[in-house]
């Protein structure tokens, strides 16, 4: 599954989410495409924002009362948007492989506002996935592997994580855990970065000998996000020995 991440890459969009139609985009139909070939169950959620921006969400439902998100929307369709944010969506969706039990959701519009977000905050508060519980948000998960901050978000599923991990807490940029948070659901963005070698430092600490690369995080939405600045063998190791720990642990 993992080395799907390089297919995924070569799909290009239109453009933005603001470019969608009433046809799924082609990164949406390759994901669907994926989950199909993969026998995993899945509903399309066509819908539109603010009465005017069609969005198309990949919803993968389940009896847990726990749920993994990840958004497929680019802002520049001309890159290979690799770590930003193709890896997470590979990673949430072995996610589900391994945890068929799992709510998992693929967002559209996150770049833009958190579009996907809200229409799965009111799904929730609806009560369309059951009791929910909390919301673990994948982004940049492309490298790194076990070493991850988690963003500046207190609640439950916080202090849960770092109950089984002692990870860095940054104050992180917008993302989807914004949205669901303000509207009243407990969300953590979790997010991969390798270290550093020996003797540099950064603005993220994981121990006393370990800095992470934060400037990683600056390849987003440019030509620097590329194919070959992640590893699959980090996504794999992020998902199955970081998510599926902090998704198993009661």
Request: aromatic share 10%; with cysteine.
């Amino acid at each position: 599954m993992y080395n799907k991440i390089y297919d995924l890459c070569k799909v290009r969009n239109i453009g933005s989410v603001y470019k969608n139609t009433g046809n799924p985009t082609p990164r949406v139909n390759f994901i669907l495409d994926l989950l199909i070939s993969e026998n995993i169950p899945f509903v399309v959620d066509k819908f539109l924002h603010n009465d005017s921006v069609i969005c198309y969400n990949i919803i993968m439902k389940g009896s847990s009362n726990r749920m993994v998100v990840a958004h497929h929307d680019i802002v520049n369709h001309n890159t290979d948007n690799a770590n930003d944010n193709s890896c997470s969506v590979i990673n949430a969706i072995m996610t589900k492989k391994l945890m068929p039990d799992l709510n998992v959701v693929i967002l559209d519009g996150e770049e833009f506002g958190g579009m996907g977000s809200n229409r799965v905050s009111q799904q929730i508060k609806e009560n369309y996935y059951g009791d929910i519980e909390w919301v673990l948000n994948y982004e940049l998960t492309g490298k790194g592997g076990k070493y991850f901050f988690i963003g500046n978000y207190p609640g439950k599923l916080s202090d849960h994580i770092k109950s089984i991990f002692n990870c860095p807490i940054v104050n992180t940029p917008f993302n989807d855990s914004v949205i669901f948070r303000r509207n009243g659901i407990d969300s953590v963005v979790i997010n991969p970065i390798p270290p550093l070698p020996i003797n540099e430092s950064s603005i993220v600490k994981w121990d006393n000998d370990t800095f992470l690369d934060y400037n990683m995080l600056f390849n987003c939405h440019t030509y620097s996000d590329t194919i070959d600045t992640i590893d699959i063998n980090d996504m794999k190791e992020f998902v199955e020995e970081v998510a599926i720990p902090i998704l198993n642990k009661i």
